[in-house]
């Protein structure tokens, strides 16, 4: 795909971290980039500085999903590319027993399925509504390709650690999606990539303590260092100008390996 200012992409969790960056490389190249988030000051601000769109969505509600798209959408047109980027993490295990009183406590169940609602449901029920979309719009190359969609997983969907049982289901399903979504799309012309980001300088691992972080970054083999987020983009914009990836999965994690724990 040649990305020029005929291109239009969306972006969910655009706001800030890899979102934000993937916004911002496809901005660089030309693209008209819409922006959904639930942080709506900062995403509104991100958007005026890229020349973009900016719209308040849930992803893991269906109105707000189709409301955020029709916003979008009316502003840039429909989207030839689309990049999930939003998510949420927590730390809990399977069960677990307090140091304090011993007592025996199972995974919270709310708090997984909010994770999973969010980072999986979230997922397809954003890439569902823009591949029919794509679907509609006219081949843009003799091979008839009409879109691509990219989804973000994580590292922790091939060796989470312990107390992400939530996450790396919720990254672990996005991954399995990659391949059906692909085959199912590959007749209209729409690919289907994912992304594996490892440690990066996002949001989440700013708030963690330094040694925390650091003993992180010691499984990182090389560079040796957390990933800035640019890099991330490249990588979704590396997909999107070469036609022949498809229903594949890229790891970007300079090498690292997630420690148990």
């Known amino acids: 795909m040649k990305l020029s200012s005929e291109i239009t992409a969306v972006v969910t969790g655009g706001a800030s971290g890899l979102g934000e960056a993937t916004a911002r490389a496809f901005a660089a190249k030309g693209v008209k980039v819409g922006i959904f988030d639930m942080n709506a000051e900062r995403g509104q601000q991100v ?17 707000s999903v189709d409301a955020g798209f029709e916003a979008v959408r009316a502003e840039n047109g429909t989207e030839r590319l689309f990049i999930n980027c939003a998510g949420i993490g927590l730390g809990m295990k399977t069960a677990s027993r307090k140091r304090d009183t011993g007592a025996i406590l199972a995974h919270d169940v709310a708090a997984y399925k909010r994770v999973l609602d969010i980072n999986l449901f979230g997922s397809f029920l954003c890439a569902s509504k823009s591949a029919a979309a794509m679907m509609a719009l006219e081949p843009m190359d003799p091979d008839g390709e009409r879109g691509l969609i990219v989804n973000t997983a994580s590292v922790a969907a091939q060796d989470g650690q312990i107390g992400q049982l939530a996450y ?29 980001p490892g440690f990066y300088e ?3 691992y700013e708030q963690m303590k330094p040694e925390v972080k650091e003993s992180l970054r010691a499984h990182v083999q090389f560079p040796n260092r957390f990933g800035q987020p640019s890099e991330f ?11 022949y990836i498809n229903a594949e999965y890229i790891r970007t994690d300079a090498g690292a390996r997630m420690p148990p724990r």
Do not use: C, Q, W, Y
């Open 47 to 63: 958007a005026s500085e890229i020349g973009g769109v900016f719209a308040k969505v849930n992803v893991a509600d269906e109105a």
């Open 168 to 196: 790396a289901a919720s990254k672990g399903g996005i991954l399995s999606m990659a391949l059906p979504m692909a085959r199912d799309l590959a007749r209209e012309g729409i690919r289907v990539n994912t992304i594996l």
């Open 202 to 204: 996002t949001p989440i």
């Open 233 to 243: 983009g490249d990588v979704a914009v590396f997909m999107a100008e070469h036609a």
